[in-house]
Structure formats: C-alpha cells, structure tokens
C-alpha cells in the first residue's frame, strides 16, 4: 500500500478527527470488497513469472498507450459529510472508495497506465482471468499526465483480460471538480451536498481510471451514503439496502450498469434533494432544493425537457437510449450545464425559472441549456469525439442542434434568427485574431489538462456551430439531417473523427461534385475565416485571410459559399459556384448597374466577411438611411458589424463605419440595433477615458431617445411587448439611455428603485428590466443603495434574481465601494465561487472600476489560479474582461510584466487569453493613434439633438 501520495494535510487532519467514529464506514466498504470477491479469492502464484523486457519510463507523450482497453468499472463509494452542521463540530468533506476495473490487454506490456490525481490510494491489487495474483510496483506520476503506473513483475497477454483493484481516499473539495461539495442555506443554516463534474479530465480525482472520451466502458456503482438523503447517478436505481455503524443508519445504493460511456459522463449526487412528482410515464425527473421544488422553479425545465426530449429522437431517428433522464440544479456549478448521461447537472440560474422574478432572457436561457444538454445526449454521449482536439464534434453539433429544439418548443421566439448575435459574431470576433487556433487542431497540440481545458472557447462552441449552419444550407437540410442519422446510428457507443461525419454527409449528398471532406478541411484545420472582397463595377471578386490588426502571412484558402442579393430582386441569387481561389475572378454575376446595390452573405448565412467598393457601400448605405427595409433585418446588423471590423482591420475608413449607426435612429429591430451596440462598444471602451467620450455620449443618447420612446408606455406601466425580440430591445433601450444620462430614463429607473426601497417587501420592477434598472439607480445612487442591493442579493431565493442583483452593484461609481465588492469576491460565503469570475469582469466594465480590477486580479494571481484554475472555471474569460479596454503603451507593458513575473507555466486555461489580450492590446493602441482624431471629428460633427 502507498500511503500520503497525493494526500493533503487538510484531509489527513479531517480524517484524523474522525477515525473513531468512521472506522465502520471504512470496514463496510471492506466488507462490500469481500463479498464481491468471496467466490474465488485472489490466489498469489508461488513464484513469479518469467518477465519480458519492455521499455522503462512513462510514455513518450500524454497520451495513455493503446496496449489496454477498459471493459467495465466496478465503483463503490462512500462520502464523509453531514448534509445538516447542527451540533457537529469539525465537520469533515471526504470520500472512500474501491474500484475493480476488468480491462483486455491487446498488446503484451509489463506495465498498467492509468489516471489519478489528488487521491491517496491506500490499496492496489492486479489479477488475471483465473484470479490470480499478479505482483507489481505502483508509482504515481507528478506533472500534467496524471499517470498512475503499476510496473509488473509478470507480463500481460495480448488478448487476455485481467482485473484491478484499487482502494482509495480523496476529499470532497469545494473546487467544482471531480466529487465536490456544495453549500446552499436553508433558514439561514448551512446544507451540504456531494456532486461530480468529470469533464473534461477529472473523473481521475475520483477514482483511478482510463480517462479518455475514447476509452469507454460500463460502469456498476454503488454509493454508501447518510440515511435522510438521496444517492442519483447516471442509470436507475437497483435496489437500496440499510446497514448500521457506529450507532447510525446509512444506505447502500445500487444503481443498475451503464451503457457504455466515456469516464467524464459519470456522474452522482447525494442530497437532500427533491424531485418533481413524475406525470403519467415521463422518464424525466428533475432534482433541486426542496424549497424550489415547492415554489415550483423547477417546473419550466420539466415541461421544456419534456417537449424537447421526442423532438430530438424524431430528428435524430433514434430513441433517447436509456431508461430515465435525471435534470438536477447545483447551487456551485462552473458550467451552465453538463451532459451526464442520464443525470444532467446545472447551475441553478440555467434551470431554474420563477414566473414575475425571472425574465424572459432567464427563460430564453434555460432552454438553450437543456436543449443543449439533451441535444448531448445523441451528439457526444451515444457517438463520441475520439480526442479533445475534435471537441468540436461534440459542443459544435450539441450548440447548432439546440436551436432546432427550442424551435420545437417555442417556434414564437424565432431563436433561429439570433442565431447570428449568439454564435456567429462573437465567434468572428475571437477567430480574427492571429493568436486564434484551428476549429480541429492537431491531436499532439491538445495533450495536458490545460490544453484540454482551453478547448471549451468560442471557437468550439460557436465557430463550430456556425460552420455547420453554413454547411447545412449550403447542403440543404434534408441532406444534412439525412446524413447526422446515418451518422449517429453507424457508431452509436462508439469514438468518431470528423472525417467519419463527412463521410456519411457525402453519402447522403449522393453523386455531386462537392467533396465535403476537402470543402470542410478549409474550415476546420485552418484558423480564421475569409474576407471576401468584391468589386461590383467590374464583377472581379477576392478572399483573403482576414485578421484585425495585421496583415495574413498565411497562404489559406476557403471553399466559401455566397449568397447575394442584388437592389430590384426579390430572392436571393445562391452561388453554387463558389469563391475557391485568392483571385481576383471576374465573374459578371456580381456586376451592378450604375443605380443598383449588390448584397452578400445574405441571412449571415456564411462564417465570413464582405467588403465592396466605395460605390456599392454609398449605396447600401444610402438605402438603409433611406428605406432600410428592402435589406433583410439581419444583413442590417450585418452590414454594421462587418463595416467596423473592416474599419479596425484597415479595410475601410472609420468614417464609413461609423455612418452605418445613422439608421439606428428610425430602426425598431433588436438585431440591428444589437449590432451597433456591440461595435460602438469597442469605440467606448478605447475611450471613455478621453475627450472622445463626451461627444460619443450626445450621440448615442440622440440615436436612442426614439427607441425609449417607443417602449416608454411599456415602461411606464411595467407591461411587456408580445413580440420576444422586442423585449430585449426594450431592455437595450433602458441600459442604452440611462447609460448615457437621458435624464428621463435615470429619473425613472431611481424611482422605480426608490419605491422597491421604500417597501423592501414589494419589488414592482418588471423582471425583464431588473438588471438595467438596477444598474442606473446604483449608479446615480450612493452607499445607501448599494446596500439595499446587496442585502437583497443574500435574501434572493433564487438564481435568477441574484444575478441580476450583482450585475447592477457592479455599476456603482464609487471607488471605495467597487474595492469592496472586489474583496467580497474572494469570500465563497458572500460571492459563490462560480460566479468570481463574471463578478469581476462586471466590475471591470465599469470604466469606474477596471483598473481596480485589473490591480486585483494583478495582485491576486497566485492565489486565483490556486483556488479557481482547476476544472472548466473560465479563467481565459477573466484575462478577456479586466484587459478589454486596454489601449495604452503602459497597460500593454504591464501586460507582459504580468506574464513574465509568473512565468509561462502559470497560468493554465488562461494562457492563450493572455497571449491574445497582448496582441489585442498591441492592435488597440495602434487603431486608437489612428483613429482617434477622426472619431473625434465625426461625433463633434454629429447634432447632438434632433
């Protein structure tokens, strides 16, 4: 036995204090091992067998050696907590477990590689087909592989199968990974619970095991747990018998085998949880604090998963695999939510949805992230990536399908058509830095759990999502869907590789002269997109690799797909023939008339940018200025979005792109205005520090005032518009005039706060326009508001409204108070540890609190890595938010002083963030030396009334 490797001294002070007390635990778990072994104990061979050379030392890379395949798990464990501390003192968060994993050895090997972190493994034992003992040496491996090696004195057989045996010890932690604690209050005493989170590396923190996606097995569990609470895991319950130690009742719950899965889709929970009652035959229940339960929060999740659930086995022609589908809300999540196979874990505020507290964007919310779960359910557990650098695979396909569920449910949103604002651009966004990476990078460059984790980012999620959107229209749906069934139901309970997908696509497609595989090779294996330039004097049309603040030095070419518009027509004109070559091409189809405007990329339908000449772009300009209706509402967000980034690439002059806002002013539509925000955002956050910022602010408050007028009735009488999409414009119009200090505006977003302040008991805020009322009145208001928010904040009895609570505390403007609400951060009794990082990047936004961010984050490093980096915790999101509004030689040095002082080990999943704030940076003060005189100009220019 290997006693105190990996074995903290916290966890050995907490078991020291209760030995006395759980040495029957620890003897039931070793009773349990004897009961499954009592048949045919392990018999040691006299001798030891001849051995065969083999190669000392771990494997050359990260990577576990393909010489064994595990076959099914045998998982017994058992948590050390108290769900209630009421008269317990020295409360203790620890697990014991065992292990029996059978395994076929396919390659002769002497030695057994397998995962484990930041367990004690106290017991170990290797056997083969006929039980007998095989005798070895076990070391654990210190570093990014995780790798517990057994070296044998014997040799393993190709073909053979054998079985090993581990017993161990880990704390239950409250870091949101592996088997962790998690805190809720309950009449302001403290409950506790234990839950996983595995993906993507840390069902090694659990138990040893063969953690890869591609090594799947079956998994038998049983977990020992407290009478008075519940045990859920991926499959249903077997069967529960009750034992007694030490004076106390405990269950041993038996769950039936899984379906084969890969280790990170393994999951339990034990809680004092509730369910909803089951409805006639529904297979789904879902799980939250009994308090919720009661208030009927989880209801909206139940109904939605249920409507979704049979969409998803029509679209997919195949039905839901297992027996039952579990949704459960955690009070400490770093995710929104994960796929587990049968047990679905969320956050709270993903799952959670209280009719008048919540809003609509809380409901929008929950449904995109149980669509996207049970979207999961085909796209990621049934058929697997092979390896994380084809993650893709699964989060892309799970990102895309989940707006065709919340069409089932709630056609009426038309999600489909923010399809755009969600994935897309803010994917064109990151992918246009040089510091970017491929959709499918190469297998060696995704190697350490760090690697791994850097995977879960825009590129993977929306980039993925957009590209097969484009490849779905460009295919046709019926070819598409034609080709995900054949797909899913040719390696169901397998490990796939892009390539296997574009095979059955090109299947379903049929005699064509597309090659799917080559076309998609140019969207997955190189990074970036596409800039397609045309010239509609004389139809001559280009690509080239598009980057915001440098020149390409990359030979890359796309297989780009264009649909366009011209003025006069009225459908648009699909290229078939599309732009496969740098060019330029003449081509006569995109030739105008002298009166005549040419559109591209029409619906956004294409993960690219277009630029025209100066002509075409005065008369698309001219129009939306004139009649913006004959363009598509989404090409007039378009138009916005691709003319400013043009501007900041050097591609067009910022003038032009500023001129694309004018409409905004007669504009109703939530996707244009949503556009100009979010490009107008970037010009206040490189100047809201400069005498920029005043005429940036006339202006904006004259293009909003008619948009604030027009919600001003529903505003007034706290009603709500019918249409979904007004509702976020409503919103946009609220944050947008009271930012900007429309005096109307501010005066009725403290009156509605004061009159919530003047009976604590009765908040008749509309939920839609909490976060952006809230927000205003803190920020006009004093110490005195911002204490009624934050007491507020710790009585909300649901996510939903603590969210938006400490969205708008972040908006003070006092110094004083935004240091505070940093400090309270760092304190997981006051901020949840999984909302560290929004909190911080919501302060940071503030132009009033950014430095003091970024000092805290500067001066707080070593601790937050320590205490947050581990798991899928968005750190790289934390480098994004406090460094966004860098523009200035100095914030550039102390940029890289930052990332010299910890060395370049140090910071995990944030790594490439950085490396990109650094480029980022560098391009801001190069535009902003540029451009700022002109964008002083133009908004000095600008009427400020009208």
């Known amino acids: 036995m290997f006693k105190g490797l990996l074995f903290s001294k916290a966890l050995a002070v907490g078991i020291g204090v209760v ?47 393909d010489t064994l395949v595990p076959q099914m798990y045998k998982l017994y464990l058992q948590p050390h907590f108290h769900v209630q501390v009421t008269n317990i003192t020295n409360q203790t968060f620890a697990f014991t477990g065992n292990s029996t994993v059978i395994f076929k050895c396919v390659k002769n090997t002497n030695r057994i590689f397998l995962h484990s972190k930041d367990l004690n493994v106290t017991e170990y034992r290797v056997s083969d087909g006929r039980n007998t003992e095989l005798r070895g040496k076990l070391s654990l491996t210190m570093g990014s592989s995780n790798f517990m090696e057994i070296e044998l004195d014997g040799v393993l057989k190709a073909g053979e199968t054998y079985t090993l045996f581990t017993a161990f010890e880990g704390e239950l932690k409250d870091d949101m990974t592996g088997f962790y ?5 309950v009449d302001g005493e403290d409950r506790f619970l234990a839950t996983t989170q595995m993906q993507p590396t840390d069902a090694r923190r659990v138990f040893p095991c063969f953690d890869e996606p591609a090594m799947k097995a079956v998994f038998n569990v049983t977990i020992i747990h407290r009478d008075g609470t519940t045990a859920l895991s991926n499959s249903n319950r077997k069967g529960h018998i009750e034992i007694t130690i030490d004076g106390e009742t405990w269950l041993v719950t038996e769950f039936n085998p899984t379906h084969k899965m890969s280790t990170y889709l393994l999951a339990f929970t034990v809680s004092e949880f509730k369910r909803i009652p089951a409805l006639g035959n529904s297979q789904i229940r879902t799980w939250a604090r009994p308090e919720a339960i009661s208030a009927g929060q989880a209801d909206y999740a139940q109904k939605t998963a249920e409507s979704i659930l049979p969409a998803f086995e029509e679209l997919y022609d195949i039905k839901y695999p297992l027996s039952k589908l579990e949704q459960i809300a955690i009070p400490d999540f770093s995710a929104g939510g994960m796929e587990n196979w049968g047990l679905i874990s969320y956050r709270e505020g993903a799952l959670l949805y209280e009719e008048g507290v919540s809003s609509t964007a809380n409901m929008e919310w929950i449904a995109r992230v149980i669509s996207h779960e049970l979207a999961h359910q085909w796209f990621g557990n049934l058929v697997t990536m092979k390896w994380w650098n084809d993650l893709w695979l699964n989060e892309g396909f799970a990102t895309y399908i989940s707006y065709i569920g919340i069409d089932s449910v709630h056609p009426e949103w038309k999600i489909s058509d923010r399809f755009v604002l969600y994935e897309t651009q803010p994917a064109l966004q990151v992918d246009s830095l040089a510091t970017s990476r491929p959709l499918s990078p190469r297998a060696e460059d995704v190697q350490t759990p760090a690697n791994i984790t850097q995977q879960f980012d825009q590129i993977t999620y929306s980039k993925g999502a957009s590209i097969l959107r484009m490849l779905s229209i460009y295919l046709k749906d019926t070819v598409f869907q034609k080709g995900i069934k054949t797909y899913l139901k040719a390696y169901q309970y397998s490990n796939t590789e892009a390539a296997d997908f574009w095979r059955h696509l090109q299947e379903a497609l049929g005699p064509a002269d597309i090659n799917v595989a080559q076309v998609m090779k140019t969207w997955t294996q190189q990074m970036g997109y596409p800039l397609i330039t045309i010239n509609t004097k004389t139809g001559d049309v280009s690509q080239q690799h598009f980057l915001l603040n440098q020149t390409s030095t990359r030979n890359f070419v796309w297989y780009v797909p264009v649909l366009m518009l011209k003025s006069g027509s009225n459908e648009p004109d699909y290229k078939f023939d599309p732009v496969t070559e740098k060019g330029p091409v003449r081509r006569p189809e995109y030739r105008t008339e002298e009166d005549q405007w040419l559109l591209a990329n029409v619906y956004y339908t294409g993960y690219y940018r277009v630029n025209y000449d100066q002509g075409n772009w005065e008369k698309l300009l001219k129009q939306l200025n004139m009649n913006p209706q004959e363009i598509p509402v989404i090409n007039r967000g378009q138009l916005i979005d691709d003319a400013f980034n043009l501007a900041r690439a050097h591609h067009v002059n910022t003038t ?63 009603t ?75 009585n909300a009895t649901i996510a ?23 400090t309270y951060t760092l304190d997981p009794s006051k901020i949840r540890k999984m909302d560290f990082v929004s909190t911080v990047n919501y302060i940071a936004a503030n132009v009033a609190g950014q430095s003091l961010a970024w000092e805290f984050v500067q001066s707080h490093w070593t601790y937050i890595i320590q205490e947050y980096g581990g798991g899928i915790m968005p750190l790289g999101n934390l480098i994004d938010g406090v460094t966004e509004r860098f523009s200035s030689e100095l914030e550039l040095k102390q940029l890289k002083q930052f990332q010299k002082d910890h060395g370049p080990d140090s910071f995990g999943s944030a790594t490439q963030a950085l490396e990109q704030a650094i480029e980022r940076t560098g391009a801001n003060i190069k535009w902003v030396k540029e451009n700022k005189q002109t964008v002083l100009d133009w908004f000095q220019r600008e009427p400020a009334d009208k």
């Open 800 to 822: 939903s409204e603590k969210d938006k609570l400490r969205y708008g505390m972040s908006c003070s403007r006092n110094i004083w108070i935004l240091n505070r609400y940093l």
């Open 720 to 794: 709500v518009p019918e249409d979904h999409a007004e509702q976020y414009n409503q919103i946009n119009a609220i944050s947008v005039a009271c930012a900007n200090e429309l005096p109307e505006c501010q005066n009725m977003a403290s009156a509605f706060f004061k009159g919530w302040m003047d009976d604590p008991e009765k908040n008749a805020i509309q939920s839609n326009l909490k976060s952006a009322i809230y927000c205003s009145a803190i920020a006009v208001g004093g110490e005195k508001e911002w204490d009624f928010a934050w007491e507020a904040y710790i």
């Open 19 to 65: 030995t006395a007390s759980a040495v029957c635990s620890m003897v039931a778990m070793v009773v349990i091992y004897q009961i499954e072994m009592s048949n045919d104990p392990p018999r040691r061979p006299p001798t030891p067998p001849a051995t065969t050379p083999f190669p000392s030392g771990p494997p050359p890379n990260l990577r576990l050696p």
């Open 181 to 185: 604690k998690s805190k809720y209050t």
């Open 656 to 718: 032009l792109a500023l001129n694309t806002t004018k409409f905004l002013y007669n504009e109703t539509e939530l996707i244009p205005w949503e556009f100009g925000l979010r490009n107008l955002k970037y010009f206040i956050l490189m100047f809201d520090r400069s005498e920029v910022y005043g005429p940036m602010k006339a202006y904006m408050r004259k293009q909003v005032t008619p948009l604030y007028t027009h919600f001003k009735n529903y505003t007034d009488n706290s």
